[in-house]
Structures are given as structure tokens and as C-alpha cells.
């Protein structure tokens, strides 16, 4: 398997550090321009499936590389959307911030109201990364996703553990 794996590009609540997690949200002018940018850079790719979040965000930057894959089938998913982050989300990243620094038990454990822990989601991720391997072990694929998931999905795929997330960087439209 060869795998690509794409962050979604630039939104207004990246750029004012807003927590997005599900909230369906669109590219801002820069996001669309690195999308298409990134569709240029994948263009010689010989991509045999697209897995996507179905997320606005990610739709979008999916959208700007089948362009250049115009015969390649795409599947949206829930599967790969970001973390729910609860009654944080829509909220500025400093309360999340706050929330943990005053969390007493392990950071990966800490579930928002109406959200999901970090724990849950690298789960979940780990669920879907588990099935790709199975159906799709012979395929070029391309995943475009969130920060998150990317982070997590990365991990899995050389075997890391949890912690190794955080050695991670994701800027929107990152190829990995």
C-alpha cells in the first residue's frame, strides 16, 4: 500500500485559533489557494481511491485534488472527522487549553461535555486505519482529513503509540 494522507487547508478558525472539531466549516481564500496548490503537487500521483471526512472542509480539499484524478472513486466518511471536542467547540483553543491544564488525570482521558477524549478518537482512527489495511492493502490511496486524524492515522501507521502525536506538526495542506 502506498498512502497519502492530506490535512484539509486553512479555515477562519485556524486562523483564529477557534476550535473547529465537527463543526462544518469551510476553506477561507488562503485554504482553497493551498488546496489547489496541493492538488498540483498530487497530480502525478497514480491514486486508486480517495477517503475522505465528510467534513465541508476536507470535501473541499479532496475536491481540488480529484480534479487531477478525475476517474479515481472517492468515499466520504464520518469515520475520519475530527475529534468532537464538546462544549468547546466553536470556542477559542485557550479554554480547551485551560480545561486540561487544570485536568487532574491522564490528558488523553479528558472527554468535554458532548465531545469525545483523545483516547476515543485515536480509537476510532485506529478502527478505520485497521480496515483500509484489510480492504485496500494492494491500492494507492489518499486520505484527507484533519489535524487530528492525521496526527493519529501517521502514529498508527509506524506503529507509534499515543504519546507520539504530540512529536507531530500538521499545517494545513501538509502532505504526508
Known sequence: MKLIIVRHGATDYNLNRKIQGQIDTELNELGLEQAKELGAALAGESLQLVLSSDLTRARQTTAAV??????????????????????????????LRRAL?????ERANFKPEGGESLLESHERVGVFWQDILRQHA?????????????????????????RFRNDLAQDNCCIN
Open 138 to 162: 494492494e491500492k494507492t490511496l489518499l486520505v484527507s482529513a484533519h489535524g487530528g486524524v492525521c496526527k493519529s492515522l501517521v502514529a498508527l501507521v509506524l506503529g507509534e503509540d499515543l
Open 101 to 105: 491544564d487544570a485536568w487532574e488525570g
Open 66 to 95: 480529484i480534479r487531477h484524478h478525475y476517474a479515481v472513486p472517492v468515499e466520504y466518511t464520518a469515520r475520519l472527522r475530527e475529534r468532537h471536542f464538546g462544549c468547546f467547540q466553536d470556542g477559542p483553543s485557550s479554554e
